[in-house]
C-alpha cells in the first residue's frame, strides 16, 4: 500500500497541501463538535474532500464528452491509465526510481488521449471499435507488465483496479485539488467555444474556433479527471462518474447550464452518501458511489417520465405551464 | 468576373448583385481519392444574391460547399470567402452556416436562446456576453419567430422550428452570407414553404443567400440563380432559364421524372 509515494513536492503544491490540512482541521472540528466519528479521521477528512472535487470536475467534463457521443473515451483512458500504473510499479521493482504510479498513469492516459484525438482527425470520426481497441491494449499491457513482476506488486494493485479510501494522502489530496483547479478554471474560461464545438463542430469552425484544438484540449482534460478519480474510485469504475451523472441530468434539464449544474449536484449526492455508506458497511467505495449514481439516475428517469421534473423530448407534460404558446403553432 | 460554363445567367445576376464578391470559386478541382469529386469549377457570389446550388447526389454540392467555407482546400484552383482565401478566412462573424442535418434531433440539453447565443461566440472570444449581445440575440428570435420557444428545449421543436432556430443563431452573429446546406431535410412541407418565405425576406433586406438543395421545385420558385453541379458545373443563370433550359437534364442525365417535377410546379 505504500505504493502511494509522495510525488516530488513543488512549492505551489506546499501550499495547496497547507489548504488540505485547514481542510482537516475545520472538518475534524465539526465532527467533534457534531460527534460524527466517521468524519474525525484524517483519511476519511481526506477522502471527502477528494470525492467532493471528483463530484465536481467529473460531470462537468463528462458533460461535454457525453453530449458529444464520446462516453466511452472515458473508459477507454482508464484503462490505459491502469497500463501507466503498471508502468510505474515496474519501473519501481526494476529500477528502483520511487515515482508514483499516478504520474506515470498521467503521463500514459494524456499520450492516449492525444492518440485516440490524432486517428480521429485523420480518419475524421471517433470509432467505437478504435476505442475498444485502445481501451483493451491499455488493460492487457497493464496486466502482462504486473504480471512479469508478480512477487511483490500483485499486492498493491487492487487498489488501482477498485480505488481505496485510506490511502489519500496529503500530497494526494493537494495534487487533486491543483487538477480541480486547472479543469474547473479551464471549463470557466472557455464554456462558450467548448459548447459551441460540442454542439455544431461545423459552425463552430467556420465561426473561426481551432476545433482541433479544442477537441485535443478536451481528451486531455478527460485524462487527467480520469487518473485523478482513480483514487477513490478505481480503473473499473472511474469512467462511470463521468457518464452517469450527466446521463441523470439530460433527464432533468432543459438547459446546456442547468444540465452542467444538475450533473454537479447529482454527482456530489452520489460520492457523499457513497462514501459515508462505504465507510459504514466497509464496502468498496467505488462501487458503491456508482450504485447511487445510477440509483440516481434511475430515479431521474421515473421523475421525468412522470413528469416531476425536467424536460425531456417526448414528455409535453414537463413543459413549463407558464409557457404563453401552446404545442404545435408553428 | 468569372462565370465558368456559365450560359445566359448574367444579366439576370448582375442586375441584383453590387458587384463585391463574398464567396468565389476559382477552377476549383478537389478529390478525397485521385477521382475528382468537383472539377475546374469557377463562380462568384456576389453581394445581395440568393444563389441555389443543385445537382444528384453524390454531384460533389456538399464537398464544394465546405471548400467555399475554408473547411477542405481544393487539389487546384482557389476559393474565396470576402476576397481572402478561404482556409485562412477569421472573420467568422460574417458567415451564417446553416450545416446538413442541423434539423434531426441531438439529444443534447440546449435550449433555443443558447443555440442562439452561440452566434454571438466569435464576437465575444473569451470575453462575457454584454447587453448588446443579449440585445442582438433577443432581435434574432423575434425576426425568425421564435420568442415564445426561446427557453424550449431544442428537442422538443419540430424540424422546421428548429431551422428557424439556426437561422436565428445565423442572423445575431450579424453575418453577411447566409450558407444553408440542404437546409430542409426533414422538414414537412407547410414548414418549408414557411421558411423559405423567410430566406426570401431576409434577402430582401440585403441578407447574401447561397445554399445547397435537393429540393428542385423550392429552389425554382424561390432563387434567384440557379446553379448545376454534377462534378463540373453544367449551368448557371436565372431561376426562370433554369427551368426552360435542358441544364436538368444534362446535369441529371436525363431523368424524365425529376424534369417532369419541376415543369409541373
Known amino acids: ?330 | 468576373m468569372s462565370r465558368g460554363t456559365g450560359t445566359t445567367g448574367d444579366a439576370a445576376a448582375a442586375g441584383k448583385g453590387e458587384g463585391e464578391e463574398l464567396l468565389a470559386f476559382e477552377d476549383v478541382t478537389f478529390g478525397y481519392t485521385s477521382t475528382p469529386v468537383v472539377e475546374d469549377v469557377s463562380f462568384t457570389i456576389e453581394r445581395g444574391e440568393f444563389a441555389a446550388l443543385v445537382g444528384p447526389n453524390g454531384s460533389g454540392k456538399s464537398t464544394l460547399l465546405k471548400i467555399g467555407l475554408g473547411l477542405l482546400d481544393p487539389d487546384s484552383g482557389a476559393a474565396r470567402l470576402f476576397g481572402q482565401p478561404a482556409t485562412d478566412f477569421e472573420d467568422g462573424e460574417r458567415i451564417g452556416h446553416v450545416a446538413q442535418h442541423a434539423a434531426a434531433a441531438k439529444s443534447m440539453p440546449i435550449t433555443v436562446r443558447e443555440v442562439v447565443t452561440m452566434g454571438r461566440f466569435a464576437h465575444v472570444g473569451f470575453g462575457r456576453l454584454r447587453a448588446d449581445d443579449r440585445r442582438a440575440v433577443d432581435e434574432a428570435l423575434d425576426r425568425v419567430g421564435m420568442t415564445a420557444y426561446a427557453d424550449r428545449r431544442i428537442t422538443q421543436l419540430s424540424g422546421g422550428q428548429r431551422q428557424r432556430a439556426f437561422i436565428a443563431r445565423a442572423l445575431a452573429t450579424d453575418a453577411d452570407l447566409l450558407v444553408l446546406d440542404e437546409p430542409t431535410v426533414g422538414v414537412d412541407v407547410e414548414s418549408v414553404a414557411a421558411f423559405y418565405d423567410l430566406v426570401q425576406s431576409l434577402n430582401d433586406e440585403g441578407i447574401t443567400v447561397f445554399l445547397v438543395e435537393h429540393d428542385l421545385g423550392a429552389v425554382a420558385n424561390n432563387a434567384e440563380r440557379v446553379l448545376c453541379l454534377n462534378r463540373e458545373l453544367f449551368f448557371d443563370g436565372s431561376a426562370a432559364e433554369f427551368v426552360e433550359s435542358d441544364a436538368l437534364a444534362r446535369t441529371y442525365g436525363a431523368d424524365p421524372g425529376t424534369f417532369a417535377e419541376v415543369t409541373a410546379r
Not at chain 1, 465539526?30 to 477522502?47: C, H, I, N, P, T
Request: contains cysteine.
Open chain 1, 1 to 330: 500500500m505504500t505504493a502511494v509515494a509522495a510525488l516530488p513536492l513543488v512549492a505551489p503544491f506546499d501550499q495547496l497541501a497547507v489548504l488540505v490540512e485547514l481542510w482537516m482541521a475545520v472538518v475534524g472540528a465539526a465532527a467533534d463538535r457534531l460527534g460524527v466519528e466517521m468524519l474525525s479521521f484524517g483519511f476519511m477528512q481526506r477522502a471527502f474532500l477528494v470525492g467532493i472535487c471528483i463530484g465536481v470536475m467529473a460531470p462537468l467534463i463528462g458533460t461535454f464528452l457525453v453530449h458529444r457521443q464520446l462516453a466511452l473515451i472515458g473508459d477507454a483512458l482508464a484503462h490505459t491509465a491502469f497500463a501507466g500504473v503498471a508502468v510505474g510499479l515496474f519501473a519501481n521493482a526494476v529500477g528502483g526510481f520511487g515515482v508514483s504510479p499516478y504520474l506515470t498513469a498521467v503521463v500514459v492516459a494524456m499520450l492516449a488521449a492525444l492518440l485516440i484525438e490524432v486517428i480521429s482527425e485523420v480518419t475524421d470520426a471517433y470509432n467505437d471499435v478504435s476505442m475498444a481497441i485502445v481501451l483493451s491494449t491499455g488493460f492487457a499491457l497493464g496486466t502482462v507488465l504486473i504480471s512479469i513482476n508478480a512477487g511483490g506488486l500483485a499486492v498493491g494493485v487492487n487498489q488501482y483496479l477498485f480505488g481505496n479510501l485510506s490511502t489519500v494522502s496529503v500530497e494526494n489530496a493537494a495534487i487533486l485539488l491543483a487538477l480541480f483547479g486547472l479543469i474547473v478554471g479551464t471549463v470557466a474560461v472557455a464554456y462558450k467555444q467548448l459548447l459551441f464545438v460540442t454542439f455544431d463542430e461545423t459552425a463552430a469552425e467556420v465561426a473561426g474556433l481551432p476545433v482541433d484544438w479544442y477537441n485535443r484540449m478536451m481528451v486531455v482534460l478527460t485524462a487527467l479527471v480520469v487518473v485523478g478519480a482513480m483514487q477513490i474510485m478505481g480503473v473499473i469504475l472511474v469512467a462511470a462518474m463521468l457518464v452517469v451523472p450527466v446521463a441523470a441530468a439530460t433527464q432533468l434539464a432543459r438547459s446546456f447550464r442547468s444540465a452542467l449544474a444538475w450533473s454537479v449536484v447529482l454527482a456530489e449526492v452520489a460520492v457523499l452518501a457513497g462514501i459515508s455508506l462505504a465507510y459504514t458497511y466497509e464496502a468498496t467505495a467505488g462501487g458503491v458511489i456508482v450504485l447511487v449514481a445510477v440509483g440516481v439516475y434511475l430515479s431521474a428517469v421515473v421523475a421525468a417520465k412522470l413528469g416531476i421534473a425536467g424536460a425531456t423530448a417526448h414528455n409535453e407534460s414537463a413543459v413549463d405551464p407558464a409557457d404563453p404558446e401552446p404545442e404545435g403553432v408553428e
